[in-house]
């Protein structure tokens, strides 16, 4: 059995059933920008990225971003709804330098809906998008402080990666997913 099909044998609640997760489309880039800003006013902390800057982008720059995540196999952005309303959001792209490794980005689910099995959902829906292209292993940066976010990762099957860890700022855990 492969390391990230263990996520599969996870309990999930009734209710995940009512929320829908898809890719982005082109057209969503409002959609997106919304949910974005949302993420980053909620959990600053959980982002590279600052509400004020993402504030400050051009309507183009929201675009080109959605675009390039509605297609392909260089990066994807997939969104989870409920009754139509965006919820949720996960995102993977190519590390340049790395081809066959996809980065995890953006992950965030609405306050008030989390422990729903969303953020599996969605990850569910990454790893199944990751590998039909390719991808042989998924890496993400989690801040350290953030337990609750490890032990999420570390139950889908991520492990601790020690070498990038060390190079990375003080804060950050480097942990990384087989799909092999």
């Given at each position: 059995m492969c390391n990230w099909t263990i996520f599969l044998h996870l309990e999930m609640k009734d209710y995940r059933t009512l929320i829908s997760t898809r890719r982005i489309k082109e057209t969503d880039s409002f959609l997106f920008r919304e949910?974005?800003?949302?993420?980053?006013?909620?959990s600053p902390e959980a982002f590279m990225s600052s509400y004020e800057s993402a504030l400050s982008r051009s309507p183009a720059s929201w675009r080109e971003q959605v675009e390039l995540s509605s297609m392909g196999s260089m990066r994807t952005t997939l969104l989870a709804f409920d009754a139509g309303r965006a919820v949720g959001i996960v995102a993977a792209y190519q590390i340049e330098s790395s081809p066959s490794v996809a980065e995890i980005?953006?992950?965030?689910?609405?306050?008030?809906?989390?422990?729903?099995?969303?953020?599996?959902?969605?990850?569910?829906?990454?790893?199944?998008?990751?590998?039909?292209?390719?991808?042989?292993?998924?890496?993400?940066t989690i801040h350290k402080e953030n337990a609750e976010v490890v032990e999420f990762y570390e139950r889908l099957g991520f492990d601790l990666n020690e070498r990038e860890t060390a190079q990375a700022p003080e804060r950050d855990l480097i942990l990384l997913l087989d799909l092999v």
């Open positions: 949910l974005r800003l949302r993420a980053l006013k909620d980005l953006q992950v965030w689910v609405d306050p008030n809906y989390r422990g729903r099995g969303i953020a599996l959902t969605l990850f569910q829906d990454v790893i199944a998008w990751a590998t039909s292209n390719g991808y042989l292993k998924l890496i993400a």
